[in-house]
C-alpha cells in the first residue's frame, strides 16, 4: 500500500511565477496526482491574501503564511508549512521542494516502493552535496513524519544553523540533521540538470523522474518534457 506523502512546494508571484504556472498546468495539475499523494504550493505574503501576524492560511492546495516573499524566509514557510500538517493533515513523509522543478509524482511513489524507504528516520533527497563539510541536499527533501517532528520541536536550534551557514534552507538542514544529530541523507532518485534546448526524448527518459531547468523560468521545459513523458507513456 503507498504511503501517505504531502508534497511541498515553495512557491511566489517573482520571476519564477510563469514556470510554477506551467508546473501546476503539467507534472501537478490534479490529474497527475496520485491519489496518495497532496500537493501544496508555500506563499509568504501574496496581493488580496489577508493573514493575521504570525498565522498562515490554506486556499485549496495553497499555503499562504506572515512572511514576506524572499529567499531567506524559505525555512520559515518550510517551518510553519511543517506545523500546520501536524496539526491537519494524516501522512507518512512530507516532502519539500521548489515548484519551478518537474517531478513526476508516478515515478516518485514507484522510487519510494522500490527503495523501501523506512517509516522511520527517514531522509532522502534527489541530490546530494557538500558544503563546508556538512551532507547537504537539495531542497530539504523527503522526510518521514518523526523526522518532521523532530524538525519544528527543535526549530529554535534548526534556526542556529540557519544563520550560522549562510541563511540557506537546504544547507541550514543539512547541518542541524547531519553534524547536530548524525542523520545521513539517501539519494531517492537521480536529478536531472537541463536546459530547454537539452530536452529531447534521449534526455527525457522513465529512469529518471526529477527535472531541474538550470538557471532559466522559462515555462516552455516543463511541458516540453511533459510531453514527452506522455507519448512514452501512451
Avoid at 114 to 137: K, Q, T
Amino acid at each position: 500500500m503507498n504511503k501517505k506523502i504531502i508534497v511541498g512546494l515553495i512557491a511566489s508571484d517573482g520571476a519564477y511565477k510563469s514556470a510554477i504556472d506551467a508546473a501546476r498546468e503539467t507534472c501537478y495539475h490534479p490529474e497527475n496526482i496520485p491519489d496518495n499523494i497532496s500537493v501544496y504550493f508555500l506563499y509568504g505574503h501574496r496581493a488580496g491574501i489577508d493573514i493575521a501576524k504570525n498565522e498562515y492560511k490554506v486556499i485549496e492546495n495553497n499555503f499562504y503564511c506572515d512572511h514576506t516573499e524572499c529567499k531567506t524566509n524559505f525555512i520559515l514557510k518550510t517551518l510553519e508549512f511543517y506545523q500546520w500538517c501536524l496539526e491537519n493533515v494524516d501522512f507518512d513523509y512530507i516532502y519539500r521542494g521548489g515548484a519551478n522543478c518537474y517531478l513526476d509524482l508516478d515515478l516518485f511513489n514507484k522510487s519510494i516502493e522500490e527503495l523501501n524507504v523506512p517509516s522511520s528516520e527517514a531522509w532522502y533527497a534527489h541530490g546530494i552535496f557538500a558544503f563546508a563539510g556538512v551532507e547537504c541536499v537539495s531542497g530539504i527533501g523527503l522526510l518521514s513524519r518523526d523526522m518532521v517532528e523532530f524538525v519544528v520541536k527543535y526549530k529554535h536550534r534548526l534556526m542556529c544553523a540557519f544563520f550560522n551557514y549562510g541563511k540557506i534552507d537546504d544547507i541550514a538542514m543539512g547541518a542541524f540533521l547531519n553534524i547536530e544529530q548524525g542523520f545521513k541523507p539517501k539519494l531517492l532518485h537521480k536529478m536531472v540538470q537541463l536546459r530547454h534546448d537539452d530536452i529531447n526524448e534521449d534526455t527525457v527518459n522513465d529512469s529518471d523522474a526529477y527535472y531541474w531547468f538550470y538557471r532559466t523560468n522559462d515555462p516552455r521545459c516543463f511541458h516540453k518534457v511533459h510531453e514527452i513523458k506522455k507519448g512514452k507513456r501512451s
